[in-house]
């Protein structure tokens, strides 16, 4: 899952997939069925949800990935994920935002060098290859 930069991706209804259908003390419930996603996905222009679904005749509940073009509500919040920090191109996309000469006070200098930084990381995040195809 690291290797490939994918997030489990937790249902917005129903907790368990599974269970073994008893009563009382030995009732068992467990979610052995999951979504896994590539964190890009969450840069894209995208809703995304799941729902476990009602089980009808199986001891396993289906699960129901949702995606759907978000309206847009301005910035999508930016998430920073440890592992780009060894793919090609990481620190150089670092340094470069960095380095623009901004004049302000302290603060505002540090707020900008962030929002650069935030959107060449983005950029440079478009630019990679899908590690699926690798």
């Known amino acids: 899952m690291q290797q490939r930069d994918l997030l489990d991706f937790s249902p917005v209804r129903g907790k368990y997939t599974w269970t073994n259908n008893r009563?009382?003390?030995?009732?068992?419930?467990?979610?052995?069925?999951?979504?896994?996603?590539?964190?890009?996905?969450?840069?894209?222009?995208?809703?995304?949800?799941?729902?476990?679904?009602?089980?009808?005749?199986?001891?396993?509940?289906?699960?129901?990935?949702?995606?759907?073009?978000?309206?847009?509500?301005?910035?999508?919040?930016?998430k920073f994920s440890p592992l780009w920090i060894e793919k090609a191109g990481f620190l150089d996309t670092i340094q470069s935002a960095w380095d623009i000469p901004i004049n302000g006070s302290p603060s505002y200098v540090w707020e900008q060098k962030l929002k650069a930084t935030k959107k060449a990381l983005k950029e440079w995040l478009r630019k990679l290859p899908n590690p699926s195809s690798q």
């Open 23 to 78: 009563i009382g003390p030995d009732h068992i419930a467990a979610q052995l069925d999951r979504f896994l996603i590539q964190s890009s996905l969450l840069l894209e222009n995208l809703l995304i949800s799941s729902n476990i679904l009602p089980n009808l005749s199986s001891d396993h509940k289906p699960i129901q990935l949702i995606m759907a073009l978000e309206e847009d509500l301005g910035p999508i919040s930016f």
